[in-house]
């Protein structure tokens, strides 16, 4: 038998949800032990955000490269080196690792490596190969994050790829279906379009990127089908055929039976949380749906001194999200009055080109009732999108009726991706459209377009009749 390990607060997950909240429990004054069954740095940065945006950054300079024949650019034999290309995306992710490790040594957060089990609301073991530890801790942070789901009649395999096999593959497809249109199966599509691979992304619903309003998925698509993407919707995947070189997917739409040939089919059909097998139900937490652990607005669980963040409770499976929770709930612990607010979280697509949103859309506004005026000012007319050669998309602020203040926010265009901030500051501020047209941005800056929207809605915009 061997003797408990007293700790302080524990924290089990080291993705962008347990780190932050790790970081953040120390600087409150706890002692913080995370513990991590694989890499510290979690999905986002191992397998996730991170190298996905490493190789989108290469197919747009491949592609780019290729395609700026307009601005007067033309180069011959632009070539791919696809190992140098996972190297410098396996370098990113290696940089960023390793600075969260020494953000936590820093902050003096004991690292363990193994995996958590919880036998009661304060103890668990901590199994690492062939030993175990047992630990008694005061408050835990529960952040262990998601996992890619596998559809029967698609086991993962070296052909029938998930999210982590698709960012690590060592040869370049030259063909490649994507079975779930959803913001991962589409940036993956749209990077590998890019790269020269011949896409197919077949969507068992209405449309792809559902969650995103249709005037900016149209502009999207039209891209992806620009780069050669086929696009099939309403479509349900059968199953599939493994050969030595490659996958036959067979799918259904229209009521018609449909095969497609490819190196490789990648499945992204969503994630699930990963709540089971860890004793959870044992000590009584309490569950939603589908392995979602119930919070309240400070991430305690049911049981006290137990928190729950990131992809594990509700809410979108987002990197941001997740730190915002792990600050919260770490602050919770010390005692303080922070609670979780979710109005202003954006979500973005890095899609070509990028999609952002924060808040209220027109719709969701509308369908809860609230009477708000909406404008939009395209990329078309601003100095800097005309420069830059990027001019598809636009900016489109939601505010209330009777004040103008601002309740969400949609930008889809290049740098959709950082434009948004600014919004999400006015949103969290409590801002007016007035006081984002009043802001004087930079000129040329693809910020203008913003400064333009708010002009848009106040109806004294300059730059569109
Ligand atoms: P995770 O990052 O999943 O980390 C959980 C950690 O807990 C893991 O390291 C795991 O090993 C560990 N763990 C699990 N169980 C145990 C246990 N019992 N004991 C010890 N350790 C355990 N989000 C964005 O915001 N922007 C993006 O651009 C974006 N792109 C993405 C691209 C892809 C391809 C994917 C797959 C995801 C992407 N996401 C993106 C989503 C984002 O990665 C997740 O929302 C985020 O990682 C969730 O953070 P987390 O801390 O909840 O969990």
């Given at each position: 038998?061997?003797?408990?390990?007293e700790?302080?607060?524990?924290?089990?997950?080291s993705g962008p949800?347990?780190?932050?909240a790790a970081?953040?429990?120390?600087?409150?004054?706890?002692?913080?032990t995370?513990v991590e069954?694989?890499?510290?740095?979690?999905v986002?940065?191992?397998?996730?955000?991170i190298?996905?945006?490493?190789?989108?950054?290469?197919g747009?300079?491949?592609e780019?490269?290729?395609?700026?024949?307009?601005?007067g650019v033309f180069?011959?034999?632009v070539?791919?080196?696809?190992?140098?290309?996972?190297n410098f995306?396996n370098g990113?992710v290696?940089?960023?690792?390793?600075g969260?490790?020494?953000l936590?040594?820093?902050n003096?957060?004991?690292i363990?490596?193994?995996?958590?089990?919880?036998s009661?609301a304060?103890t668990?073991r901590i199994?690492n190969?062939d030993?175990?530890?047992?630990?008694?801790f005061?408050?835990?942070?529960l952040?262990?994050?998601?996992r890619?789901?596998e559809?029967p009649?698609?086991?993962?395999?070296?052909?029938?790829?998930?999210?982590?096999?698709?960012?690590?593959l060592k040869?370049?497809?030259?063909?490649l279906?994507?079975?779930?249109g959803g913001?991962i199966?589409t940036?993956?599509?749209?990077?590998?379009?890019?790269?020269?691979?011949?896409?197919?992304i077949?969507?068992?619903?209405?449309d792809?990127?559902?969650?995103?309003?249709?005037?900016?998925?149209?502009?999207?698509k039209?891209?992806l089908?620009k780069?050669?993407?086929?696009i099939e919707?309403?479509?349900?995947?059968?199953?599939?055929?493994?050969n030595?070189?490659?996958v036959?997917?067979s799918?259904?739409?229209g009521g018609e039976?449909?095969?497609?040939?490819?190196?490789?089919?990648l499945?992204t059909v969503?994630r699930r949380?990963?709540?089971?097998?860890?004793?959870l139900?044992q000590i009584?937490?309490?569950?939603?749906?589908?392995g979602?652990?119930?919070?309240d607005?400070?991430c305690?669980?049911?049981?006290?001194n137990?928190?729950?963040?990131g992809?594990?409770v509700?809410g979108?499976?987002?990197?941001h999200?997740?730190s915002?929770?792990?600050?919260?709930?770490?602050?919770?612990?010390?005692?303080?009055?922070?609670?979780?607010?979710y109005?202003a979280?954006p979500?973005?697509?890095?899609t070509?080109?990028?999609m952002?949103?924060?808040?209220?859309?027109?719709?969701?506004?509308?369908?809860?009732?609230?009477e708000?005026?909406?404008?939009?000012?395209?990329?078309?007319?601003n100095?800097r999108?005309?420069?830059?050669?990027q001019?598809?998309?636009?900016?489109?602020?939601v505010?209330r009726k009777?004040?103008?203040l601002l309740?969400?926010?949609q930008?889809?265009?290049?740098?959709?991706?950082?434009?948004?901030?600014?919004?999400?500051?006015?949103?969290?501020?409590?801002?007016t459209?007035e006081?984002v047209?009043?802001t004087i941005?930079?000129?040329?800056t693809?910020?203008e377009i913003?400064?333009?929207?708010a002009?848009v809605?106040l109806?004294?915009p300059?730059?569109?009749i």
């Amino acid at each position: 038998g061997d003797f408990a390990i007293e700790i302080d607060t524990l924290v089990v997950g080291s993705g962008p949800g347990g780190y932050v909240a790790a970081i953040r429990a120390a600087q409150t004054g706890q002692k913080v032990t995370i513990v991590e069954k694989n890499v510290i740095g979690g999905v986002c940065l191992n397998v996730g955000c991170i190298p996905s945006k490493a190789l989108i950054s290469v197919g747009h300079r491949f592609e780019q490269a290729q395609h700026s024949e307009d601005m007067g650019v033309f180069a011959s034999e632009v070539k791919l080196d696809f190992e140098k290309v996972q190297n410098f995306k396996n370098g990113v992710v290696k940089k960023l690792t390793g600075g969260v490790e020494g953000l936590l040594k820093g902050n003096n957060v004991e690292i363990v490596q193994g995996e958590a089990y919880f036998s009661d609301a304060n103890t668990v073991r901590i199994i690492n190969g062939d030993s175990a530890q047992t630990y008694t801790f005061k408050n835990a942070i529960l952040a262990t994050g998601s996992r890619p789901v596998e559809i029967p009649t698609f086991k993962y395999t070296d052909r029938v790829l998930n999210s982590t096999g698709a960012l690590n593959l060592k040869e370049l497809p030259k063909k490649l279906v994507v079975i779930g249109g959803g913001y991962i199966g589409t940036e993956l599509g749209s990077a590998f379009a890019n790269f020269g691979t011949e896409v197919t992304i077949i969507e068992g619903g209405k449309d792809i990127l559902a969650g995103f309003e249709k005037q900016m998925t149209a502009i999207v698509k039209k891209g992806l089908k620009k780069k050669g993407v086929t696009i099939e919707v309403g479509a349900s995947a059968k199953g599939v055929e493994e050969n030595e070189n490659g996958v036959i997917v067979s799918y259904e739409v229209g009521g018609e039976e449909k095969k497609v040939e490819a190196d490789y089919v990648l499945v992204t059909v969503g994630r699930r949380p990963n709540t089971d097998e860890i004793g959870l139900e044992q000590i009584g937490i309490e569950f939603a749906e589908r392995g979602i652990i119930k919070v309240d607005k400070q991430c305690r669980t049911n049981i006290p001194n137990i928190y729950a963040i990131g992809d594990i409770v509700d809410g979108p499976q987002l990197a941001h999200k997740a730190s915002y929770e792990g600050k919260v709930a770490a602050e919770a612990i010390a005692g303080e009055k922070s609670v979780v607010d979710y109005l202003a979280i954006p979500a973005v697509c890095f899609t070509d080109p990028e999609m952002a949103t924060v808040g209220y859309s027109e719709e969701s506004a509308k369908a809860e009732g609230l009477e708000v005026k909406v404008a939009k000012f395209p990329f078309a007319a601003n100095g800097r999108a005309l420069a830059l050669n990027q001019t598809e998309g636009f900016v489109k602020l939601v505010a209330r009726k009777e004040d103008g203040l601002l309740v969400g926010a949609q930008i889809i265009g290049a740098g959709a991706s950082d434009m948004i901030s600014e919004l999400c500051l006015a949103i969290e501020g409590g801002m007016t459209a007035e006081d984002v047209a009043l802001t004087i941005h930079p000129h040329p800056t693809l910020g203008e377009i913003t400064m333009e929207t708010a002009e848009v809605l106040l109806g004294n915009p300059i730059h569109i009749i």
